[in-house]
């Protein structure tokens, strides 16, 4: 069955402009997570949402958002992009809810890496 | 409060040795424990899960860790180190927070080169 699903997977960006990336989980999946990865500061959380709401939410500021439609897929939106925001931005899909209290553990997508110049 | 600290930011192993990626970790409940990996320019890869069953866990690849909790400790090892294994590899540490939801924290990671 097809993975998690990341597009683009390059993009490059100018500071100031905002930018969205999608990410379509596995099939049946309807939890989907998003994390940042940089050098320096490794792996992040940025939220995560289950059955259109976000249900879990890191310390970001308000220029990152997020959502999921219907059929789970997400998209994540960055605005008045910053050079730090450079990164490698991954999403994440599990089958179960947050809510578990068990946590199977998350197959991820290969990534979009942003530049932003 | 939820913590996991990956020991050594680089560990370096010859070919055909043993591996160890040392991880303590603190959390308020009882946790669930992760080791993924992630080769270069790739999302991450489960490798094996602790989630309070056997303390001996298996995985992938011929990776196992065992869960201490006098220790605090989840170490990922392999008998015999493989030019694949070279990547990154996370410790993760998974429970529940005031609000009910899983919060997840990942380790710094641990590069591992394979030397031939």
């Known amino acids: 069955k097809a993975g998690v699903t990341q597009t683009p997977r390059y993009l490059i960006k100018t500071r100031g402009q905002q930018v969205t990336l999608s990410c379509s989980p596995i099939s049946g999946h309807r939890s989907v997570s998003w994390y940042q990865q940089t050098p320096g500061q490794g792996l992040q959380f940025l939220f995560e949402?289950?059955?259109?709401?976000?249900?879990n939410k890191g310390n970001f500021p308000g220029r990152f958002s997020g959502r999921q439609f219907s059929n789970s897929r997400s998209e994540m939106n960055v605005s008045t992009l910053e050079l730090g925001d450079s990164a490698l931005y991954l999403c994440?899909?599990?089958?179960?809810?947050?809510?578990?209290?068990?946590?199977?553990?998350?197959?991820f997508g290969s990534g979009t890496r942003l530049t932003v110049v | 409060a939820q913590s996991v600290t990956q020991l050594d930011s680089h560990v370096s192993v010859s070919e055909g040795t043993p591996v160890l990626l040392r991880c303590n970790y603190s959390?308020?409940?009882?946790?669930?424990l992760f080791w993924y990996v992630q080769h270069p320019n790739k999302g991450l890869q489960l490798l094996l899960k602790?989630?309070?069953?056997?303390?001996l866990v298996k995985g992938i690849n011929g990776f196992e860790a065992e869960f201490k909790k006098s220790e605090t400790s989840f170490h990922l090892t392999k008998p015999s180190a493989h030019m694949s294994d070279a990547a990154e590899y996370f410790c993760v540490v998974s429970d529940v927070n005031s609000g009910g939801y899983q919060k997840v924290t990942f380790g710094t990671g641990t590069k591992l080169q394979v030397i031939p």
């Open positions: 994440a899909s599990s089958p179960y809810s947050p809510r578990t209290g068990l946590n199977y553990g998350y197959t």
């Open positions: 959390s308020s409940y009882s946790p669930s």
């Open positions: 949402y289950f059955s259109e709401t976000q249900r």
């Open positions: 602790y989630t309070s069953a056997a303390t």
